[in-house]
């Protein structure tokens, strides 16, 4: 009886640990509904789903913190590999733009606020590091035509009360990553 509940402890004490690994991830879609459709959205062509370009600002209060660049590798390397799990090519466009032949869709981030917390930082200092959280406004464009596809709000958090399993910066970013391209490619 005694091993029964520790097994039972056990097993929902690592429940409780693994539940804190997934980033909390809010969105909004901020187009109306058109006269085509009856919900709001983000409607992107299927020959545009092909080719991903990622194009990067923010607000000063983003641009002037010192862990701002961070910020835009983990975006980078999330929406890379979440556009090669989807067999998107992939471009970043942040720094430099380039004239692009062929159908595909922009993604233009635009980060409002955020704060950083790396794993490492996490791990070692705990809830000392505070609460990772960014605020995004990301508009979906044709890459040749720049028509807007839509446009979402993308939030996202973590709690202290997580301690050091709650999402760090990484999560969030590939969390958001993954539902921009099921935007752009839901097939």
């Known amino acids: 009886m005694r091993t029964r509940h520790l097994s039972s402890l056990t097993l929902a004490g690592i429940a409780i640990l693994i539940s804190g690994c997934a980033a909390t991830l809010q969105t909004q879609d901020t187009a109306a509904p058109t006269a085509k459709t009856t919900q709001p959205g983000v409607v992107v062509p299927a020959a545009s789903a092909h080719t991903i370009v990622l194009r990067m600002n923010g607000s000063s209060v983003a641009t002037s913190a010192s862990d701002w660049p961070r910020v835009q590798t983990e975006w980078r390397e999330a929406l890379e590999g979440a556009s090669k799990d989807a067999s998107s090519t992939f471009f970043d466009e942040t720094v430099k733009r380039m004239a692009r ?6 993604v233009d981030v635009y980060v409002e606020d955020f704060h950083f917390v790396a794993p490492g930082a996490r791990y070692t200092l705990g809830i000392m590091t505070g609460n990772a959280f960014m605020q995004a406004r990301v508009t979906f464009r044709d890459l040749q035509s720049g028509r807007v596809f839509g446009e979402r709000n993308y939030n996202t958090s973590s709690s ?15 969390a958001i990553a993954a539902d921009i391209v099921k935007q752009i490619n839901p097939r």
Request: aromatic share 10%.
């Open 101 to 106: 032949q062929g159908a595909g869709t922009v």
């Open 160 to 174: 202290a009360w997580q301690g050091i399993f709650a999402p760090t910066s990484d999560k969030q970013a590939r």
